[in-house]
T-cell receptor, first 116, second 115 residues
Framework: EPEVTQTPSHQVTQMGQEVILRCVPISNHLYFYWYRQILGQKVEFLVSFYNNEISEKSEIFDDQFSVERPDGSNFTLKIRSTKLEDSAMYFC??????????????FGPGTRLTVL | GDSVTQMEGPVTLSEEAFLTINCTYTATGYPSLFWYVQYPGEGLQLLLKATKADDKGSNKGFEATYRKETTSFHLEKGSVQVSDSAVYFCALSGGFSGGYNKLIFGAGTRLAVHP
């Protein structure tokens, strides 16, 4: 069964460093998402992406964050200058269409980011 | 804005016990409602969904009914197994202020089932 994959599973970085989290969505999917979960808190929406541009972003997704689909398979989340509060589990998801609420988002296993 | 509230865990049950995990929501418009499950070391998997009032979603013995009058979407299973041990997330999408296709999640409820 097709699945969303994410690498690395765990990333440790120093405060102020740039990190890139990588995702490979399901191959025929057109909509891509990033969510994060700070330990002990809710899963929060960060950004959605369609047709090579951001379709929606949350207030969390400030200028330190960016997303890119550099080729036909990868979808990346870059954090330019990491802060301690960026430590969280980051989930990538994809959906076949963006038909709003009736479409199903498939999630990857997550990347745990630890900022020291 | 739109939000989801779940009962706090952990919920600890013996095998074959009845499970209820409460979920209520606040939303404008007509959201769709979802239950996702996260098994240890894995990502979030869709368990079931309901897209309009009075719909019942079901999968793997789990059920939830979209109750607009009580703004609830409680998850139930008649007889849990050890393999159901996981974290369960209630979520909504599509309310007017919730954004058209982003998911808004509850805090998650950890279920532990003992033999």
């Amino acid at each position: 069964e097709p699945e969303v994959t994410q690498t690395p599973s765990h990333q440790v970085t120093q405060m102020g460093q740039e990190v890139i989290l990588r995702c490979v969505p399901i191959s025929n999917h057109l909509y891509f998402y990033w969510y994060r979960q700070i330990l002990g808190q809710k899963v929060e929406f960060l950004v959605s992406f369609y047709n090579n541009e951001i379709s929606e972003k949350s207030e969390i997704f400030d200028d330190q964050f960016s997303v890119e689909r550099p080729d036909g398979s990868n979808f990346t989340l870059k954090i330019r200058s990491t802060k301690l509060e960026d430590s969280a589990m980051y989930f990538c998801a994809s959906s076949e269409t963006g038909r709003g609420a009736t479409d199903t988002q498939y999630f990857g296993p997550g990347t745990r980011l630890t900022v020291l | 804005g739109d939000s989801v509230t779940q009962m706090e865990g952990p919920v600890t049950l013996s095998e074959e016990a009845f499970l209820t995990i409460n979920c209520t929501y606040t939303a404008t418009g007509y959201p769709s409602l979802f239950w996702y499950v996260q098994y240890p070391g894995e990502g979030l998997q869709l368990l079931l969904k309901a897209t309009k009032a009075d719909d019942k979603g079901s999968n793997k013995g789990f059920e939830a009914t979209y109750r607009k009058e009580t703004t609830s979407f409680h998850l139930e299973k008649g007889s849990v197994q050890v393999s159901d041990s996981a974290v369960y997330f209630c979520a909504l999408s599509g309310g007017f202020s919730g954004g058209y296709n982003k998911l808004i999640f509850g805090a998650g409820t950890r279920l532990a089932v003992h033999p």
